[in-house]
């Protein structure tokens, strides 16, 4: 008798045996600084909603007038049917922010990455890509079906040296990078990698999903942080971080979002982003723009608590927790080892504290990866240095190996 299925036992027997096995967890209660964990209240240092818009009123309100106006399904492709004028005044409202020409929404920022990797490039191009890059633009290298080079981290000169080396045998180059990466939270050289996109005649992509909202004067990313904004990038972001909904973008000139409207396949065959997630978006959009405070608070929570941990945790230390560099509200404590972290983040769970362990394989170390809120109070910093010092202590003493 055959047994097709049951090599997925073993398969999940050897996930378990690396500690890389992963469940769902579920959180109860409105999105915000504080979310219920099996009925108890925790403070919430895991989600990506930066600016704690996913439970704002007016977002919400937006959602629901959409949901009554239009009903809770796009029906079908925008080139189809499930085209709404909703859509377009949240690709101006995209475009408007990052001041490029034109915009185009996708259902997801993994989708978006998917369909314009591949769509701007094929068998004949090169494609240079950051090692730590987010799996939606290695997956959307890999679909192009271009040759795919992986650069060390943010190592421009590796970027110059593999142009140089390469550029001349293939039709078009893109270089594609996170602009804020995830699992690190520290920043790609934006302005060094588009200086080598002009020399080499190569497009340049920047996945700006966590930076939207959250960098740059007016909250349009890294591309405006780094004074870059006007310039000929291809920026692709999510609806679903600081913009506290779902979906994703690309933002840049008139005709290449022209171009992908009719050769990306992640936006021509998938339905419509949804009327309530389309409002959502454009309601927070016009608070990215019209509340700075916002983003204000949120680098004051960002400064408080990587002060408190660089004391701690930063340089030198005998300690089995570091601080890694970072630029952004993403802080991650390295520890030794995947066992090290899950109980780390068990035991900070039973203090009230959510911070979420990461792994391979999605990153090569185990680290605790925190996000700050805007909406974190210094309480709730305050809280979560106590608990992580009680932990560390625990470490020192070697209780915690
Ligand atoms: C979250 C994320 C995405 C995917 O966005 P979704 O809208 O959640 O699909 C893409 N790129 C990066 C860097 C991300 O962090």
């Given at each position: 008798m055959s047994a097709p299925y049951s090599w997925l036992e073993d398969a999940l027997t050897t996930i378990h045996r690396a500690d890389w096995y992963r469940s769902v967890q579920p959180i109860q209660g409105r999105a915000g600084a504080v979310v219920q964990m099996n009925g108890q209240p925790v403070i919430n240092?895991?989600?990506?909603?930066y600016l704690g818009l996913a439970g704002d009123d007016r977002l919400m309100q937006a959602a629901i007038a959409a949901v009554q106006e239009f009903?809770?399904?796009?029906?079908?492709?925008r080139l189809v049917s499930g085209h709404r004028d909703l859509h377009d005044q949240l690709e101006r409202a995209i475009a408007a922010l990052k001041q490029t020409e034109a915009a185009l929404v996708f259902s997801s920022g993994y989708l978006a990455n998917l369909g314009t990797v591949s769509a701007l490039v094929g068998k004949r191009d090169l494609i240079l890509s950051d090692q730590y890059n987010h799996s939606s633009l290695k997956q959307g290298a890999i679909l192009s079906g271009g040759t795919v080079l992986d650069y060390p981290h943010g190592d421009v000169a590796q970027v110059r040296q593999l142009l140089e080396q390469?550029?001349?045998?293939?039709?078009r180059c893109l270089l594609i990078t996170d602009s804020?990466?995830?699992?690190?939270?520290d920043l790609c050289p934006l302005p060094a990698l588009l200086d080598l996109a002009e020399t080499f005649d190569a497009m340049l992509l920047v996945d700006e999903a966590h930076a939207t909202?959250?960098?740059?004067a007016t909250g349009a990313g890294c591309v405006e942080h780094f004074g870059?904004?006007?310039?000929a990038i291809v920026q692709v972001g999510t609806l679903?971080?600081?913009?506290?909904s779902l979906g994703g973008y690309v933002a840049g000139s008139a005709t290449l979002i022209d171009y992908l409207r009719n050769r990306a396949a992640g936006f021509i065959y998938t339905t419509g982003l949804s009327p309530a997630d389309t409002a959502a978006a454009l309601a927070a959009v016009a608070i990215v723009q019209q509340e700075s405070d916002r983003r204000r608070q949120l680098w004051q929570n960002v400064t408080t608590l990587k002060q408190a941990l660089s004391q701690q945790f930063?340089?030198?230390?005998?300690?089995?927790i570091q601080l890694l560099p970072s630029e952004s509200p993403i802080l991650c404590l390295q520890v030794a080892s995947p066992a090290i972290v899950l109980r780390l983040g068990k035991q900070l769970c039973q203090s009230g504290i959510f911070a979420p362990a990461i792994r391979p394989p999605t990153v090569p170390t185990s680290r605790l990866r925190l996000t700050l809120m805007a909406t974190h109070t210094s309480k709730h910093i305050e809280q979560f240095v106590i608990a992580l010092n009680q932990l560390a202590r625990k470490t020192q003493s070697g209780d915690f190996q």
């Open positions: 240092f895991a989600s990506n909603d009903g809770t399904g796009s029906t079908g492709s390469h550029r001349d045998r293939y039709r804020v990466f995830s699992m690190d939270g909202g959250v960098l740059g870059c904004t006007g310039r679903s971080k600081a913009l506290g930063g340089g030198n230390t005998d300690l089995k």
